[in-house]
């Protein structure tokens, strides 16, 4: 019983990094090119740092969105289907 928790723990945190790494690295590369830029021209608008973090998240999602969609469901059928194994059906 404890080592599946702990196996249902890894697999959470795993399905957590695969799900939120890659949006997280597409913001911090653009943060990076842009913090670049603006260091080299001296340009310090916030609007400037903001914006394409904001269009380059929404260009993730629209993209990488269906694969999340199915990760997740497939987690939690599998989390379900575990459920049931160790209570049983009513």
Do not use: C
């Not at 603006?38 to 269906?66: D, H, I, M, R, S």
């Amino acid at each position: 019983m404890e080592n599946q928790s702990v196996l249902a723990v890894r697999e959470a945190l795993w399905m957590a990094l695969q799900l939120a790494g890659p949006p997280l690295l597409a913001m911090l590369a653009v943060g990076l090119v842009v913090s670049i830029f603006q260091a080299l021209t001296q340009v310090q608008e916030a609007t400037l740092a903001f914006l394409p973090k904001l269009v380059v998240l929404g260009l993730v999602l629209l993209l990488l969105g269906p694969a999340m969609a199915g990760a997740m469901r497939g987690y939690a059928a599998s989390l379900f289907d575990r459920m049931i194994a160790v209570g049983g059906q009513p």
